[in-house]
């Protein structure tokens, strides 16, 4: 059999990360970004979209652009309901996980 003790210890790694996470929440939950009007736009659209179709069986890469694509229609969300328009960006409060979601898509 396959020695899987590692995977032991990335469990114990996960805890230990979960627990950092648990204690940053309270210090970091949303930082004020700007955003320009074309971006912006596409979120708000991506919010409002409706899709009709249901989820069926799908890749580990389908479901990774579903995931990004509900990741973007949240931050739509947050500039519809609580983002400033200044010129040609919006200013809006997102939650960090929002800010990682788009970090990791641009990589």
Do not use: T
């Not at 788009?102 to 990589?107: E, G, M, W």
């Amino acid at each position: 059999m396959e020695d899987r003790e590692q995977y032991v210890r990335y469990q114990q790694d996960r805890a230990v990360l979960a627990s950092i996470g648990a204690h940053l929440d309270s210090q970091i939950s949303q930082v004020s970004v700007r955003l320009p009007r074309s971006v912006a736009k596409s979120a708000v659209a991506a919010w409002d979209r409706e899709e009709l179709g249901g989820i069926g069986e799908e890749s580990r890469e389908e479901y990774e652009l579903r995931v990004d694509a509900a990741e973007l229609a949240f931050i739509g969300l947050a500039i519809s309901s609580r983002g400033v328009w200044d010129g040609e960006e919006v200013v809006v409060d997102l939650d960090v996980v929002q800010i990682a979601a788009a970090l990791q898509a641009a990589r």
